[in-house]
């Protein structure tokens, strides 16, 4: 069985001026996550939050954070963005970043909170596929990473299926970049469950309406899933949708 379907909310694409509001707005719209790009001007190019923007959102809000580490050296970071974070919030890393990820998926449970690795469109699934029994969620990038309002690569979506396909059941598989209510079914069709959307949200007039078309979206890839049981996927819906499992 999968895990539920989850909103991240990526900040990335919220205007800067008026942060609190904005996270208070997605907030009362029930978004699941709060997507947080962390970028070094190295790993990528662009250079964005650090940990004290962590923190401040920290004392605004409840919404576990999905703090998405694009840096070079993680392993010199965590620390840092885990004491700015809390319990149940999550740090991903990079698998192009490191030669030692088992350690830095240590530092991070060791400090008290969830771990995820990340791949970018062009790194083959085979490099992270030894870890899924040791994180808790595999963030696949649908675009080159580094600005929001790119466009979804619809070639990262057999790696999705690859993925889920050799996942534990409990394992949250997010993707990230480019996506839309035109194509978020793609991506869970291919069975993830964690959907990080930017521009999506924060640059439409009406924020709390797009995350919850966004959910419909994905809950109706999912019925329509179980009418054609085209895949072998599992994947239940979040509460308030349709009730039970989807079996395949």
Same mark, same amino acid.
């Given at each position: 069985? *999968?895990? #539920?379907?989850?909103?991240?909310? =990526?900040?990335? /694409? ?5 942060? #609190? ?9 029930? !978004?699941?996550?709060?997507? +947080?790009? @962390? ?14 923007? @962590?923190?401040? +959102?920290? %004392? ?11 840096? #070079? ?41 969830? /771990?995820? &690795? =990340? ?6 699934? #085979? ?7 040791? &994180? ?6 649908? !675009? ?6 790119? %466009?979804?690569? =619809? ?8 993925? %889920?396909?050799? /996942? ?6 997010? !993707? ?12 869970? %069709?291919?069975?993830?469950? &964690? +959907?990080?959307? /930017? =521009? ?15 959910? *419909?979206?994905?809950?109706?890839? +999912? ?21 039970? !499992?989807?079996?395949?």
């Amino acid at each position: 069985m *999968q895990p #539920e379907i989850k909103i991240a909310a =990526s900040i990335l /694409a919220a205007n800067p001026v008026r942060l #609190e509001e904005e996270i208070k707005t997605i907030e009362m719209a029930g !978004v699941d996550l709060i997507h +947080i790009d @962390v970028m070094d001007g190295h790993f990528v190019p662009n250079i964005t939050m650090g940990p004290f923007i @962590v923190e401040g +959102i920290k %004392r605004i809000t409840k919404i576990p954070l999905d703090i998405h580490l694009m840096v #070079e050296h993680p392993e010199r970071y965590v620390k840092t963005f885990a004491e700015a974070a809390g319990k149940g919030d999550l740090i991903t890393f990079h698998i192009e970043t490191t030669k030692k990820p088992k350690e830095v998926i240590s530092l991070i449970k060791d400090a008290g909170l969830k /771990a995820g &690795v =990340s791949l970018n469109p062009d790194t083959p699934t #085979e490099s992270v596929e030894n870890l899924l029994d040791a &994180v808790d969620m595999v963030l696949v990038m649908s !675009v080159n990473p580094g600005f929001a309002g790119q %466009r979804f690569i =619809s070639k990262v979506l057999p790696k999705i299926a690859r993925l %889920r396909s050799m /996942a534990p059941d409990e394992l949250d598989i997010e !993707v990230d970049g480019g996506i839309t209510p035109e194509n978020i079914s793609q991506a869970v %069709r291919e069975g993830a469950n &964690v +959907i990080v959307a /930017a =521009s999506a949200i924060f640059k439409t007039n009406d924020p709390c309406g797009a995350i919850k078309t966004l959910k *419909q979206k994905a809950e109706q890839a +999912i019925r329509e899933e179980y009418h054609s049981a085209a895949k072998p996927h599992q994947i239940p819906l979040r509460k308030g949708g349709m009730k039970g !499992v989807v079996k395949k």
